[in-house]
């Protein structure tokens, strides 16, 4: 495992060789690092901008080649659209680079997380402070594409349905289900940053308590409708706290029932 100074050690220079390509208009960092690495095992996330579009994968080209020096032990590269690239790196000592590679008309924001490291022109800073206010001004900043209190009461009845079969396997999968959608309105109701979240321990202890006890001890019939049900009433609970979601009577009593 790397130490702090190892970190900062890595980050500077990271930072200084990206600085050096005339390919990269702004870096901008991501994650906890913007106030405070949450602690040793936290990674460095970085969003790497470039002033022309058709210059993304050269620059894309250069961050691979700056990360190779490290002589990573894993890469892994993915595509997120034409123009939008993400560069996984993991060291020997394990620390983790995630850096994106973005033209600066498509930066975003998407948490309150992030900070300018590098802007060369004062146009990626002007780009995000904009992206920023219309996060800001947002009622709801984090939205997830799906109706949870359905796919929540959904998966409840599929549950059921399964143990009748005796299928466990299949009903412990819609189970842990259940739990993702309590997590991501318990999330939403406290503010937390959605996208890539995984702080758990900093949701509310009572939540957390309850969300924990819905995990059965042995795979049973009998666990798992009990679980079922812990999930049921929490779920409720958590869904009366949100301004972003509501469960009607109708969907309710049919969960429930």
Same mark, same amino acid.
């Given at each position: ?26 870096? &901008? ?5 913007? @106030? ?13 901008? !470039?002033?022309?579009?058709?210059? !993304?994968?050269? /620059? ?5 080649? /700056? ?5 990573? &032990? ?13 560069? @996984? +790196?993991? &060291?020997? *000592?394990?620390?983790?680079? *995630? ?28 780009? #995000? ?26 998966? +409840? ?29 318990? +999330? #939403? *109701? ?29 795979? /049973?019939?009998?666990?798992? #409708? ?9 779920? !409720?609970? !958590? ?16 969960? *429930?029932?």
């Amino acid at each position: 495992m790397y130490s702090v100074e190892e970190r900062k050690t890595y980050f500077e220079n990271t930072i200084q060789k990206l600085d050096s390509s005339n390919l990269i208009e702004g870096v &901008i960092q991501l994650g906890s690092g913007v @106030i405070g690495y949450k602690d040793e095992y936290s990674d460095i996330d970085l969003m790497v901008c !470039t002033s022309k579009v058709e210059d !993304t994968e050269a /620059t894309k080209d250069f961050v691979y080649q /700056t990360l190779s020096g490290f002589n990573p &032990i894993y890469f892994k590269e993915k595509k997120f659209s034409e123009n939008i690239f993400l560069l @996984i +790196a993991i &060291i020997s *000592n394990r620390l983790e680079f *995630n850096i994106s590679i973005v033209p600066r008309d498509l930066l975003t924001v998407r948490s309150p997380l992030w900070k300018i490291i590098l802007d060369k022109t004062g146009l990626v800073t002007e780009k #995000m402070d904009r992206e920023n206010e219309q996060f800001e001004n947002k009622s709801v900043k984090y939205d997830v594409q799906i109706d949870l209190p359905f796919e929540f009461a959904y998966c +409840a009845m599929s549950l059921e349905k399964e143990i009748k079969r005796n299928n466990l396997i299949y009903a412990e999968k819609m189970l842990e289900n259940m739990r993702n959608y309590t997590l991501l309105v318990q +999330a #939403m *109701n406290e503010g937390k940053k959605l996208h890539q979240f995984k702080a758990y321990e900093t949701l509310t202890p009572t939540f957390v308590k309850d969300y924990l006890s819905t995990f059965p001890e042995k795979i /049973t019939v009998d666990n798992l #409708m009990k679980s079922s049900e812990r999930l049921k009433d929490l779920f !409720t609970e !958590t869904i009366r706290q949100s301004s972003a979601y509501s469960i009607d009577r109708g969907l309710e009593q049919l969960m *429930n029932s």
